[in-house]
């Protein structure tokens, strides 16, 4: 199926008419699930994504298996810009973290348009500074801030990313993308529930009072969120 004449993918959608049509003969549609992968962490991108729907998790892990994640993506952005790197060592592995669809492209043709020096390659530069604002951030809040308000930044940004209040995520799962143990988390999560912050039930949770767990969440929310939103403005 060919892309549409406008994608609700907004890096795609900010694309001058004359660059966006380059790339349409190149876009595949997909729909992803979650627990996909779309990059391995020890091996070059096989495609480039461009999420219209879904959110996908940056992760790195260690030797035996611990995972901790570095910041996530949703339609705002491009999964694979590792593309535009001819050599390097790929220590961050890519996963969707819900089910959603979008288009894929081949590596190789957005290196090409990404070297033609265009808005495209503007773009990627800008959203890359706005993950690695993410990631810094997201490093700064695992070392210092307490679990709670971790888990609320957490929620929040998968929130925001996925555009629903209702969010697929098993107590497993963040704590994997948190970093700690599934105890921390199912205590954390039942205190925010009694306060009625969120609901909690068979491996989805939906948050029910926003204001509030801004309340109990960290700066660090408030500074992703001005940067993903400052520079995809670019």
């Known amino acids: 199926m060919a892309a549409p004449e406008k994608s609700t993918n907004t890096l795609l959608a900010a694309l001058p008419k004359a660059e966006y049509q380059r790339l349409i003969p190149h876009l595949e549609r997909v729909s992803v699930k979650k627990g996909d992968v779309l990059h391995q962490s020890d091996e070059p991108a096989q495609d480039v994504y461009f999420l219209e729907e879904g959110v996908a998790a940056l992760t790195v892990s260690t030797d035996v298996g611990q995972k901790l994640q570095l910041s996530i993506v949703g339609n705002e952005s491009v999964v694979g810009e590792r593309a535009i790197f001819k050599d390097g060592v790929f220590i961050i592995r890519c996963g969707m973290i819900s089910d959603g669809s979008g288009y894929k492209m081949p590596p190789t043709i957005f290196h090409k348009e990404f070297d033609r020096g265009g808005v495209l390659h503007d773009l990627v530069l800008s ?108």
Not at 180 to 206: D, M, P, W
Not at 209 to 222: M, P, T
């Open 127 to 234: 959203r890359m500074e706005a993950r690695i604002t993410e990631t810094a951030q997201t490093a700064l809040c695992n070392q210092m801030h307490e679990i709670e308000q971790r888990l609320s930044r957490w929620l929040l940004i998968f929130a925001d990313r996925l555009h629903s209040e209702e969010l697929p995520a098993k107590q497993e799962m963040i704590a994997d993308m948190l970093g700690v143990t599934r105890s921390q988390i199912s205590r954390t999560a039942g205190e925010f529930q009694k306060a009625g912050l969120i609901a909690y039930s068979r491996g989805q949770v939906t948050i029910t009072k926003r204001a509030a767990l801004k309340e109990r969440s960290c700066e660090c929310y408030r500074v992703i969120k001005t940067a993903i939103e400052e520079f995809t403005k670019k």
